[in-house]
């Protein structure tokens, strides 16, 4: 289905069933503009002057169009309680499950900071007073559970195959994250924090976008996804959680 769409690879659970409900859209797009060109065709044929040089106001008394606007009415109440609704509660609405890896991105012009628990599992406490070039998120390391918070700048790692949570907000404008490859995007906003959870199920590396434009430099906002197992996920962050690493 990605191919058909043209869309990159999946690589994650939930992006071939949304590929699937996106198809189920597009044949429903094809059919009406195919029946709309038809019957517009009909109308110019039917009622061309040559035929009927004196406007016939009667028209078409026939319900055809009736019954296939109500058709068309049946199919897309299929597939927004059938298909979509069920998405939604099952993969946007529903709370992730209790083991999955949990990570703050911070978005800000033009770079997507990363935050992650360190190997105790817990956040240290962030301050605005503390951001600078050197701490862009703001940590205070000498704060409980801080110092083994691990903090890194359009590099964002998952483990494979294990359910993630992004925390996301925004230092200064509003940014899109986007992971095209996992069907994931989420408006990063300034003073919200906003989660999305998905699972990844293919290791690589992986583009991250800003799907907002958020200023002259823009087009930088570039970061990447690094999917990997959970030992090479783990063993990353205890390297980097170590000071001066």
């Known amino acids: 289905m990605a191919r058909w769409l043209g869309l990159p690879a999946t690589a994650s659970a939930h992006a071939g069933e949304l590929d699937f409900v996106m198809g189920l859209v597009h044949w429903l797009m094809l059919a009406l503009f195919v029946g709309w060109t038809a019957f517009f065709v009909y109308t110019l044929v039917r009622f061309r002057r040559t035929r009927q040089p004196k406007a016939d106001y009667a028209g078409v008394t026939r319900h055809y169009s009736t019954w296939v606007e109500i058709g068309v009415g049946v199919f897309e109440a299929v597939l927004l309680f059938a298909f979509s609704i069920p998405f939604w509660a099952t993969r946007v609405a529903a709370t992730p499950p209790h083991e999955a890896v949990v990570v703050r991105v911070v978005a800000e012009q033009f770079a997507w900071n990363v935050h992650y628990?360190?190997?105790?599992?817990?956040?240290?406490?962030?301050?605005?007073?503390?951001?600078?070039?050197?701490?862009?998120?703001?940590?205070?390391?000498?704060?409980?559970?801080?110092?083994?918070?691990?903090?890194?700048?359009?590099?964002?790692?998952?483990?494979?195959?294990?359910?993630?949570?992004?925390?996301?907000?925004?230092?200064?404008?509003?940014?899109?994250?986007?992971?095209?490859?996992?069907?994931?995007?989420?408006?990063?906003?300034?003073?919200?924090?906003?989660?999305?959870?998905?699972?990844?199920?293919?290791?690589?590396?992986?583009?991250?976008?800003?799907?907002?434009?958020?200023?002259?430099?823009?087009?930088?906002?570039r970061g990447f996804v690094h999917v990997v197992g959970q030992a090479d996920f783990d063993r990353w962050v205890r390297e980097r959680s170590i000071p001066g690493s």
């Open 117 to 221: 628990p360190g190997p105790d599992g817990e956040f240290g406490r962030t301050d605005l007073s503390l951001i600078s070039s050197s701490n862009p998120v703001g940590l205070d390391r000498a704060s409980p559970r801080g110092a083994d918070d691990v903090v890194s700048t359009n590099d964002l790692r998952l483990p494979v195959d294990r359910p993630v949570v992004v925390q996301l907000s925004s230092k200064d404008v509003v940014h899109s994250f986007g992971l095209p490859n996992f069907r994931v995007k989420q408006d990063a906003i300034p003073g919200l924090m906003t989660p999305v959870w998905f699972i990844p199920t293919r290791t690589g590396e992986y583009e991250i976008v800003c799907s907002q434009l958020c200023g002259l430099a823009h087009y930088r906002m």
